[in-house]
């Protein structure tokens, strides 16, 4: 089973029919697009992850995400670990240009798909953690891993995944920076928290209520099933490039 296809099963029918409503759209094509961000972002963590420095430094990161749950996290939260995430494997300009070729083949506004990309990431990096805890992964074979998920997306999509990696990566691996360093995290990034879906009548679970598989809870501001830890900020404005080396994950 691909790291898609375990998204897909955690959130469930009720996580996608959330999601369609954030995106204004039916669940068919909500589950198209969250197929093609989880695409987009763990084609991200392969390339990467090619390089030794970039596979050693997501391996270590993935400990942080052990046994978390973001898929009832909440969404402020999420969203700021979602940027950070995002920072890393595409870099902003990057996860912008991302955003704008998913919405092209989504037809929906890229905004959208900017609020999409950071919640879908730490879901992304929770499954793909459990998975290499399961495994007892290195980081070679964890960069392995991640290799063998690439043909999991055929036809178009895969077409559309590869043209978006390749403008992103510029069709190679990018140059990658020192070993990470650990440093005091920063209370200085704005709360970025997604609101509710226009035009659905109802609380999406995109911003105040929960997306996954046991439908909306009771809780504003959570995503999914249980909760998923703070402690991340949102993407620092000196971005690292794809594939640079930085200190927070």
Do not use: K
Not at 126 to 140: D, F, I, P, T, V
Not at 171 to 196: I, L
């Amino acid at each position: 089973m691909t790291l898609t296809d375990e998204l897909l099963t955690e959130l469930g029918d009720s996580g996608l029919e959330q999601i369609a409503g954030m995106l204004g759209t039916d669940t068919t094509m909500a589950r198209d697009v969250v197929e093609a961000v989880s695409g987009v972002i763990v084609g991200g963590m392969a390339r990467n992850a090619r390089h030794p420095d970039g596979a050693d430094a997501l391996r270590a990161a993935l400990d942080d995400h052990v046994d978390t749950d973001p898929f009832t996290g909440d969404v402020a939260s999420l969203t700021r670990d979602g940027h950070n995430i995002l920072g890393h494997v595409l870099g902003g300009q990057g996860t912008e240009d991302a955003a704008d070729g998913l919405a092209r083949f989504a037809g929906v506004d890229p905004g959208i798909i900017m609020r999409l990309l950071p919640l879908v990431a730490p879901m992304i990096m929770s499954l793909l953690a459990n998975r290499a805890e399961s495994r007892g992964m290195n980081a070679g074979a964890l960069a392995d891993d991640l290799d063998r998920e690439q043909p999991g997306c055929p036809g178009e999509l895969g077409e559309l995944l590869q043209g978006l990696l390749d403008a992103v990566f510029g069709g190679g691996v990018p140059a990658q920076g020192g070993p990470y360093e650990s440093r005091p995290p920063s209370d200085t990034g704005p709360d970025t928290g997604p609101d509710t879906g226009p035009g659905t009548g109802r609380d999406t679970g995109i911003g105040t209520g929960t997306v996954g598989r046991r439908g909306t809870g009771p809780d504003a501001g959570t995503v999914g099933r249980r909760g998923a830890p703070d402690g991340h900020e949102e993407g620092d404005p000196h971005e690292v490039a794809p594939g640079t080396s930085n200190p927070d994950w």
